[in-house]
């Protein structure tokens, strides 16, 4: 085990290196800009390829076709770079090219402000293409160490599920630096709990079986088995075809690959004194639940009974995890209240559902505790007007 | 020597996908032809291939026909993925892409150029049936001007990147293209023996092919969808460089070739991974 302080950048290029990650492709972006830097320079070193496209479309182009070579490959971006994801991240789900995208969220919408954290990108990760008839998978971490570990976990996710996972993170997290240990060994790498899946290709003929089994090797391009691959619906042997019968096996396979395997990455939430029942759960992801997690802790010293639940896989919702009726507060570093949507949708029955935004900043531990001490006194909200307004 | 159709589709094409789906007159057959038929006087095989096709009629009408490995992109991206899938493969291994003319010199130019400029060996066919015609027949940019489509009902106007004095083949030479031609399929021979040089190019070849498109273009533009017209329209405005007439649209023959003076650019890439990896430097 080597330690390092340094960025969220560093942990993530380590993360993916350890994962197999030979090929990534990017575009220059602030807060993701280091990354490809630090790609450039680690992977020649491991006899991987470092290129810089043209634009972010053409980056995940890129990685598919590196992906179709048989080539673990990943992609990094901010919000306006993700959007030009839109078109290659489609063909990636529907020809079912693993690979990894990662998302740095900065404060938007559009450039917006390009050096402060922010989490606008909840919805736009669940639908990071157009058409629907698909599920995503997407895991946010909330520190460099888990940053590590949350891409070793998207690369094995990708080659089991076949398909792209987004790791959504954001600007303190990726630019941030940090205490991090780099396992050296295979033992430290199972100590540390990463999960490591190996690249092999799919002999057809055919390619695109509407079942929703794991392990199905990924097409690949090269090996003359007569593999095909377009974004058009397939046929089980990869033609493409204008029936809906086709397109029903097809869409099956892309939603239920994930929705009937979602024990791959069910346990990836974080509880926080949540073993009580508390009054009072405050629901969040990324960077803000760090600060969440020291305003509950205290809150806890001064008697509150308050907990904290941190997402870590995102999408698919984990509604499960919100079964209990009780009073939720959810934490996003948005104003409009994206997260906060989901909550109300998944919480149970008869539950009380409010929204804290801040945004390009981190709420306070201040406003948070006074938040705390209102709702469980079931006063209103009130101090800072619009964005507190109960859901 | 030439090969008889069915002895290339027994061969080299899938039956399930040709004959294809294509109009009744289309002329997108005869380049396809043409390129197994170049294919097949190289003496490579399926394996050697891995056939890569765009969306419109061009990439829709030859996706799933080659017997090997073959993948379509979205709109104007196929060049991207075979750009990163170049990396991927051992030099021997040529990727042949299908592609129109709206594909490659409207959405996909950009990521063209970049094909160019790295000189990634692949061979780009643009099958050019002057517009976007699975659509129903709109202008694309490289429409002859003056050409009435659904999109330009007057006569096409704007200058594009066929107008006079322009050439979409200037773009792609200035961004570092190895091996450029234009041909009409109606010249026969000639144009399997610049498909050759094209596929045997190690770097970046792109040959633009003008066809007839009975069914939009020339319903439109001739106010006939009889097949011999269009073809004769096309033969007509088409003659080999250095013989042009007043109204050639199309200057036909290899236009540049640099094939070899500049390294190709999966080698090149690896060729510096190596040497990084062994000695920490360039």
Redesign the interface.
């Known amino acids: 085990m080597k330690r390092f302080l340094e960025t969220g950048n560093f942990a993530i290029t380590e993360g993916a290196i350890l994962a197999g990650c030979r090929f990534f492709c990017g575009y220059p972006i602030t807060p993701a800009t280091e990354l490809a830097e630090a790609m450039s320079l680690r992977l020649p070193q491991v006899g991987g390829v470092y290129l810089q496209a043209e634009d972010e479309c053409a980056a995940m182009h890129l990685c598919i076709g590196a992906s179709l070579g048989g080539m673990k490959s990943m992609t990094a971006t901010s919000g306006p770079g993700f959007i030009l994801y839109a078109d290659p991240y489609g063909w990636a789900l529907g020809c079912e090219t693993p690979m990894v995208v990662l998302n740095s969220g900065r404060v938007g919408p559009v450039s917006g402000i390009t050096g402060a954290p922010g989490q606008g990108e909840f919805y736009l990760t669940r639908y990071p293409t157009q058409g629907g008839n698909f599920e995503t998978v997407v895991l946010a971490p909330n520190s460099a160490q888990e940053s590590m570990k949350v891409v070793v976990d998207a690369f094995y996710l990708s080659e089991r599920l076949r398909m792209p996972i987004t790791v959504l993170a954001d600007q303190l997290i990726t630019d941030g630096m940090e205490d991090i240990s780099v396992p050296e060994t295979e033992e430290e790498m199972k100590e540390m709990g990463f999960r490591v899946w190996p690249r092999s290709y799919h002999r057809g003929p055919d390619f695109y079986p509407a079942t929703d089994a794991l392990d199905i090797p990924p097409v690949q391009m090269g090996h003359n088995t007569g593999a095909l691959c377009s974004d058009w619906t397939p046929t089980e042997e990869g033609y493409d075809i204008e029936e809906v019968e086709a397109h029903h096996k097809h869409a099956y396979r892309l939603i239920y690959k994930v929705r009937n395997n979602r024990h791959l990455f069910s346990d990836m939430h974080e509880k926080r004194h949540m073993g009580d029942d508390p009054d009072l759960v405050v629901v969040s992801f990324g960077t803000p639940s760090r600060v969440v997690n020291t305003a509950v802790d205290r809150a806890r010293a001064e008697g509150l009974k308050v907990g904290a639940l941190r997402l870590i896989n995102l999408w698919p919702f984990p509604d499960e995890l919100f079964r209990r009726r009780t009073t939720y507060l959810v934490v996003e570093l948005n104003w409009d209240g994206q997260l906060v949507r989901e909550v109300q949708r998944a919480a149970a029955e008869g539950s009380k559902v409010h929204f804290l935004g801040v945004c390009g900043d981190l709420p306070t531990i201040p406003d948070l505790m006074e938040t705390f001490t209102k709702l469980l006194k079931n006063q209103p909200l009130s101090r800072k007007g619009w964005e507190l307004e109960a859901w | 020597m030439a090969y008889a159709s069915s002895v290339l589709v027994d061969k080299y094409l899938r039956t399930?996908?040709i004959p294809s789906t294509a109009c009744s007159g289309c002329g997108l057959g005869m380049n396809h032809k043409i390129i197994v038929q170049a294919i097949a006087e190289l003496g490579l095989e399926?394996?050697d291939i891995?056939w890569g096709?765009s969306?419109g009629c061009a990439g829709?009408q030859t996706?799933?026909t080659w017997?090997?490995?073959?993948?379509?992109?979205?709109?104007g991206?196929v060049y991207?993925?075979?750009?990163?899938?170049?990396?991927?493969?051992p030099p021997e291994?040529k990727l042949i892409l299908t592609v129109g003319d709206g594909d490659a010199f409207g959405i996909g130019l950009?990521?063209l150029?970049?094909c160019a400029r790295s000189n990634a060996s692949m061979t780009v066919v643009v099958n050019d049936n002057l517009g976007y015609q699975s659509t129903g027949g709109q202008f694309g940019f490289t429409t002859p001007q003056g050409a009435k489509t659904d999109s330009s009902p007057y006569g096409m106007f704007e200058h594009n990147l066929m107008s006079e004095g322009m050439d979409v083949l200037d773009i792609l030479k200035a961004a570092g293209a190895t091996f450029l031609a234009r041909h009409v399929a109606m010249e026969g021979q000639a144009v399997v023996e610049t498909m050759k040089k094209a596929i045997s190019n190690p770097g970046f070849s792109l040959v633009h092919m003008p066809y007839p498109c009975p069914t939009n273009f020339a319903a439109r533009h001739l106010g006939s969808r009889v097949q011999v017209n269009i073809y004769n329209w096309i033969k007509d405005h088409a003659a080999p460089m250095g013989q042009e007439k007043p109204d050639t649209i199309w200057r036909t023959g290899i236009y540049h070739d640099a094939r070899g003076a500049r390294p190709e650019f999966s080698e090149h890439?690896?060729e510096?991974?190596?040497r990084?990896?062994r000695t920490?430097r360039l």
């Open positions: 399930r996908k399926t394996q891995i096709t969306i829709r996706f799933g017997k090997g490995d073959g993948f379509a992109g979205t709109h991206r991207a993925i075979a750009r990163g899938l170049r990396v991927t493969l291994k950009l990521h150029i970049h890439v690896w510096a991974v190596n990084i990896r920490g």
